[in-house]
């Protein structure tokens, strides 16, 4: 008695020879022994069922062996703290990232933008690896800062000022992040084009982002 007693192929399906990857047609079909067995158009040889893959299976197959396999590897990490060039000793803390991939006909490349918030007053701002200087990891970096506290109080009119100044920054970073959402949500719903809603999650991201930082120092 056969393993199964219908064969998985009929006559004039489109099957491809794992042996070699040719594609053909069954042309005639034998049960052998309780085994299926198949002779395609133009040969004579007999295959077994397990050595024939599907049209549609093989193609699926070509697809994925051709989609690309791209290793991505950041030089910065979460919580690192860097410098951005054109604002000076200011420190900043990263806070997100992502990879930009261009590929052209004759030429390929990868972009890294690193999302950072300074941690002074929490300001927003975006910059390449290229444009970043590693300064410490998070874990040194709570360390210094708590080492800077140890140093001693600073006097309540001076806090006072601070903490206002930083609360003025920290408004004006929502509120610019607020309107650009209001304006990315006024072209998806106008447009419907997924780009715009892409930037609308990003943008609630980094506004998450800001209010949870632990090195945003408001106390």
């Known amino acids: 008695m056969s393993k199964h007693e219908q064969p998985k192929f009929h006559i004039?399906?489109?099957?491809?020879?794992?042996?070699?990857?040719?594609v053909s047609e069954i042309n005639k079909i034998y049960q052998i022994g309780g085994e299926w067995?198949?002779?395609?158009?133009d040969s004579h040889d007999l295959y077994f069922e397990k050595n024939l893959l599907a049209w549609k299976d093989h193609k699926k197959n070509i697809i994925l062996q051709k989609q690309e396999n791209v290793q991505i590897e950041y030089r910065f990490q979460f919580g690192d703290i860097v410098r951005v060039n054109g604002y000076g000793q200011d420190l900043f803390v990263i806070i997100g990232f992502r990879a930009e991939i261009w590929r052209y006909k004759d030429s390929a490349w990868e972009d890294f933008i690193y999302e950072c918030s300074r941690l002074y007053d929490g300001a927003w701002v975006e910059a390449g690896e290229d444009e970043l200087t590693y300064i410490t990891n998070e874990e040194n970096a709570k360390?210094?800062?708590?080492?800077?506290?140890q140093q001693g109080k600073k006097s309540p009119l001076l806090i006072a000022s601070q903490k206002m100044q930083n609360r003025k920054q920290d408004m004006e970073n929502i509120d610019s992040l607020l309107?650009?959402?209001?304006?990315?949500?006024?072209?998806?719903?106008?447009?419907?084009?997924?780009?715009?809603?892409?930037k609308m999650k990003e943008i609630l991201k980094k506004l998450e982002a800001l209010s949870k930082h632990r090195f945003q120092n408001n106390e």
């Open 143 to 149: 360390k210094l800062l708590n080492a800077k506290k």
């Open 12 to 22: 004039g399906d489109r099957v491809a020879i794992d042996q070699n990857g040719l």
């Open 179 to 198: 309107d650009l959402y209001n304006d990315y949500q006024y072209l998806y719903l106008n447009f419907g084009e997924s780009g715009y809603q892409k």
């Open 37 to 41: 067995f198949y002779q395609v158009k």
